[in-house]
């Protein structure tokens, strides 16, 4: 008899967990996670694998940002999925993806710099990133050729921080109109 119930509490259990690990599944599927364990979230459901979880200002429950000294980086990536491949960074984006599916480089040296602080601060292979947006998800592989292009525009941050005048690198206008800074810039390409 204490076998049967013993039986029938594993089984319950199993049976919890397997609905459990479904459910995270589905809401993986539903937020265009790739297929893993989310170890970071900076979008209203903080998971604290990375380091404890910190309240912001507004006494909100918040992940601690990802910082790099080395390379003067600090910023939250959306999630963070821990992969057969590798941790994966997700960068959400409100916006439709653009027509021809080539994410706006803007986005993509974003979700580099997500993958360089993942690198930097856990030590874990990151094998890409993906952006998320509101109609579709781009896969950006985290190349050693964009590694070494991010390090250079880094390298051109530091340089343009330290001059009187900075100009415009782009020609985009999209960028341009939906940067907070259009009114005071005279170089800008939005109206
Ligand atoms: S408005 Fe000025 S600062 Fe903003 S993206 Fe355009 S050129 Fe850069």
Known sequence: MAINFLSLIFVLLVAAAAVA????????????????????????????????????????????????HRHGLVGRPDYLVETDEGVVPVEAKSTKCPADGVPYE????????????????????????????????????????????????????????AAEDVHRSHDERARCAACSYRELCDESLAD
């Open 21 to 68: 690990w479904r459910a995270a599944r589905r809401g993986a599927r539903r937020a265009g996670l790739p297929a893993g364990r989310v170890i970071y979230n900076d979008t209203g459901a903080p998971v604290g694998r990375i380091a404890p979880v910190r309240l912001n200002a507004r006494g909100e429950r918040q992940e601690k940002p990802l910082l790099s």
């Open 106 to 161: 803007s986005h993509v040296m974003q979700l580099a710099c997500y993958c360089l602080l993942v690198e930097e601060t856990t030590g874990a292979s990151v094998p890409f990133g993906v952006i998320r947006y509101r109609d579709r998800e781009l896969r950006v592989d985290y190349t050693d050729e964009l590694h070494e292009a991010l390090l250079a525009l880094l390298g051109e941050m530091r340089e343009a921080r």
